[in-house]
C-alpha cells in the first residue's frame, strides 16, 4: 500500500506523487482510490487502491537506477520487424509493462529509426508517449527539471 507522497508509476500515463488517498461512491459502494497527480502532464488520475498492483502501479526507480538507464538509451538499436504495425504492436506491449527499461529501450529504439528513415505517425505518437512516460519518471527519481532530464535523454540515445 502507498501513501500520501509516494511517487508511483502508472504504466501508459507515467510517474506521479500521491496526493490523496480519497472514498468515492462507485455504483452504491463505496472505493477506496490514490490520487497521483502527474506533474508532466498536470493530469490528476484516479487508481483504486485494491487493484493498483494489479495495474502495474509501483515505486518510482531510486537513484542508483537512473544511471542504469542512461546506459540502456546510449546503446544500439535492437533489430526490430521491419513491418512498422508488428514493430508498432512489440513497441506498445514493452510500454504496457511499466518496466522503465523497457520504455527506455522502445525510445532509443523509436528515436534512432527515427534519425535513420523516419517514423509513421503511428510511431512518432507512440514515441513522444514513451518518451513523456520516461522523462515523468527519471524527473521524480533524480528530482530533476523536465527539461533537464529531457536534454539528457536526447543527447544519451544512441550515443554509442
Not at 39 to 47: D, E, Q
Not at 94 to 107: H, L, P, Q, Y
Not at 108 to 125: A, F
Given at each position: 500500500?502507498?501513501?500520501?507522497?509516494?511517487?508511483?508509476?502508472?504504466?501508459?500515463?507515467?510517474?506521479?506523487?500521491?496526493?490523496?488517498?480519497?472514498?468515492?461512491?462507485?455504483?452504491?459502494?463505496?472505493?477506496?482510490?490514490?490520487?497521483?497527480?502527474?506533474?508532466?502532464?498536470?493530469?490528476?488520475?484516479?487508481?483504486?487502491?485494491?487493484?493498483?498492483?494489479?495495474?502495474?502501479?509501483?515505486?518510482?526507480?531510486?537513484?542508483?537506477?537512473?544511471?542504469?538507464?542512461?546506459?540502456?538509451?546510449?546503446?544500439?538499436?535492437?533489430?526490430?520487424?521491419?513491418?512498422?504495425?508488428?514493430?508498432?504492436?512489440?513497441?506498445?506491449?514493452?510500454?504496457?509493462?511499466?518496466?522503465?527499461?523497457?520504455?527506455?529501450?522502445?525510445?532509443?529504439?523509436?528515436?534512432?529509426?527515427?534519425?535513420?528513415?523516419?517514423?509513421?505517425?503511428?510511431?512518432?505518437?507512440?514515441?513522444?508517449?514513451?518518451?513523456?512516460?520516461?522523462?515523468?519518471?527519471?524527473?521524480l527519481s533524480k528530482d530533476l527539471k523536465e527539461d533537464e532530464v529531457v536534454?539528457?535523454?536526447?543527447?544519451?540515445?544512441?550515443?554509442?
Amino acid at each position: 500500500m502507498f501513501k500520501v507522497g509516494d511517487k508511483i508509476v502508472y504504466p501508459m500515463h507515467g510517474a506521479g506523487i500521491i496526493e490523496a488517498i480519497e472514498q468515492k461512491e462507485l455504483m452504491g459502494s463505496f472505493k477506496e482510490f490514490y490520487i497521483l497527480k502527474l506533474p508532466i502532464k498536470s493530469m490528476k488520475v484516479m487508481i483504486p487502491t485494491d487493484n493498483a498492483e494489479g495495474l502495474g502501479v509501483r515505486r518510482v526507480v531510486d537513484r542508483g537506477a537512473f544511471n542504469d538507464v542512461m546506459d540502456c538509451l546510449s546503446q544500439c538499436k535492437e533489430v526490430m520487424p521491419d513491418n512498422w504495425n508488428r514493430r508498432y504492436r512489440a513497441n506498445l506491449e514493452k510500454v504496457k509493462t511499466g518496466d522503465i527499461f523497457e520504455v527506455a529501450g522502445v525510445v532509443r529504439n523509436l528515436e534512432i529509426l527515427d534519425r535513420e528513415k523516419g517514423l509513421s505517425t503511428g510511431e512518432r505518437k507512440m514515441l513522444n508517449n514513451s518518451k513523456q512516460i520516461l522523462v515523468s519518471e527519471l524527473t521524480l527519481s533524480k528530482d530533476l527539471k523536465e527539461d533537464e532530464v529531457v536534454t539528457l535523454v536526447n543527447a544519451t540515445i544512441g550515443s554509442h
